[in-house]
């Protein structure tokens, strides 16, 4: 059992390129979130997502974009990069409402 | 949104020794209180949770406590070996999907 996949591991952009943050999940989970994780700062939450079709902002979602076709996959677009989005991504997602997140391995972004 | 503060944010115990690790918060309809362990290069991982209807949970060397009316919550960790080093997260809920997130404890084990 996969649980939560992210691709890539790692990545390295230049100011205003774009990229696709990938993940999927094989839990046939409803909700599906995006955190980044900045030391000091704990894991913040960029957007969620309650179901296929349905996307919604969290706490920092400027410079983000989602989606959500399907009930696996779950991708985040940086549209023009930032060196401020320098950090480390994690999907995650939950079968239920109260019940615990399951978390991938996280993707490090540096933004030079 | 909700808030929760986290302390201390590191913490340095001998092996075996004891640790906690405490949370509070403000929003009295929290009702769902995890915590997740986090080890170098991997995402956090779920290690005990409870609810508001309980007041304590164990788990072997892992247990946490919940004060709903002084609105704080503790891990504590018995007997600590090395592989207990980690970073640990505390987060509360809702009601709903989301959880907010204490900023983190980095505890080291030192043998």
């Known amino acids: 059992n996969a649980g939560v996949t992210q691709t890539p591991k790692f990545q390295v952009l230049k100011t205003g390129q774009s990229m696709t943050l990938q993940c999927a999940q094989d839990m046939n989970h409803e909700y599906m979130s995006w955190y980044r994780q900045d030391p000091g700062m704990g894991l913040r939450l960029i957007h969620y997502s309650v179901g296929a079709g349905i996307t919604d902002q969290g706490e920092v979602p400027n410079g983000y974009n989602v989606s959500r076709s399907t009930t696996e996959d779950f991708p985040l677009r940086l549209l023009s990069a930032a060196p401020s989005q320098t950090s480390v991504y994690f999907c995650?997602?939950?079968?239920?409402?109260?019940?615990?997140?399951?978390f991938g391995n996280g993707t490090r972004l540096t933004v030079t | 949104g909700e808030n929760v503060e986290q302390h201390p944010s590191t913490l340095s115990v001998q092996e075996g020794d004891s640790a906690v690790i405490k949370c509070t918060y403000s929003d009295s309809a929290s009702n769902y209180f995890p915590w997740y362990k986090q080890e170098l290069g991997k995402g956090p991982q779920l290690i005990i949770d409870i609810r508001s209807n309980v007041g304590e949970k164990k788990d072997q060397r892992i247990a946490v406590t919940l004060n709903k009316t002084a609105k704080h919550f503790s891990l504590h960790i018995t007997e600590t070996q090395p592989e207990d080093s980690a970073v640990y997260f505390c987060a509360l809920g809702a009601g709903s999907y989301q959880l907010t997130f204490g900023k983190g404890t980095k505890l080291s084990v030192i043998p």
């Open positions: 995650a997602s939950s079968r239920v409402e109260g019940s615990p997140l399951h």
